[in-house]
């Protein structure tokens, strides 16, 4: 693909040199094959030497057959996933969008691929896409119980402190335009749980239209919920609402 990218895709890694492997070589592929003008970045997130020395090897190893694939980006210390994206944000110079996209391949290839080609599409100009998980929407959702009611009870809160236009602000897919971004990125302080209605709220209030992707979505083994990051989200979600109604 000689076009230069309009996209650059994050993908932001903590502990994932296990899980990414069996989603980035089909990724860079069905990308690739769509002709789409996008760049992958990989950021770890603070995962620590050894972790980002496999990590880096996973991505050095694709690199040559794929030349959509971008050398590994890494932080020091852990910043929380929206400080990884953000970190991979940073990095995008000509690129009118930038998105990211979660390593667990949550979201597929194929998912992922028709998620940026509606973003790069010409009536989406200006406009930030967003994934969302919607049963009954003709997509296939898979999740587990607990998950389940824990999604749907953020979302409630979500819909209840925030009033955002998006059934789901949580799932890992997510494309911006750069201007936007980098207009409201001195404003943006959640880095963790709630950076992504933090910037959807922000979004929001900027001017950019957003759009809801309905996507097919398949949880993957390995989740990092416990019933203390029940209790971190809404502490989170108070907080940032009780922020954004002093500005």
């Known amino acids: 693909n000689s076009m230069p990218p309009r996209l650059l895709l994050v993908i932001p890694c903590f502990r994932e040199s296990g899980r990414l492997p069996g989603f980035l070589p089909g990724l860079c592929t069905a990308l690739e094959a769509s002709g789409l003008p996008v760049a992958v970045q990989v950021c770890d997130d603070g995962s620590g030497e050894e972790e980002q020395a496999r990590l880096r090897a996973v991505v050095d190893a694709l690199r040559p057959a794929h030349p959509v694939l971008r050398p590994l980006a890494t932080l020091p210390e852990n910043q929380g996933k929206g400080g990884a994206v953000y970190a991979g944000w940073a990095l995008a110079t000509t690129e009118e969008f930038i998105g990211f996209v979660d390593a667990d391949g949550a979201v597929s290839p194929a998912e992922t691929t028709r998620v940026a080609a509606i973003a790069l599409h010409p009536a989406q100009a200006g406009t930030a ?15 587990t119980p607990i998950r389940l009611v824990t999604g749907l009870g953020f979302r409630w809160l979500v819909r209840l402190l925030f009033g955002l236009p998006v059934p789901d602000t949580q799932c890992g897919c997510k494309i911006v335009p750069t201007d936007a971004w980098r207009a409201l990125r001195p404003q943006l ?15 929001l209030r900027h001017g950019t239209r957003l759009l809801a992707v309905p996507i097919d979505w398949t949880e993957s083994p390995g989740s990092r919920i416990r019933p203390a990051t029940v209790t971190e989200m809404l502490l989170s979600l108070l907080r940032l609402r009780r922020r954004l109604w002093e500005i």
């Open 189 to 203: 302080q959640e880095t963790r749980f709630c950076f992504d209605v933090e910037l959807l709220c922000h979004l």
């Open 129 to 143: 896409t967003v994934a969302v998980r919607v049963h009954g929407a003709g997509r296939t959702v898979e999740r």
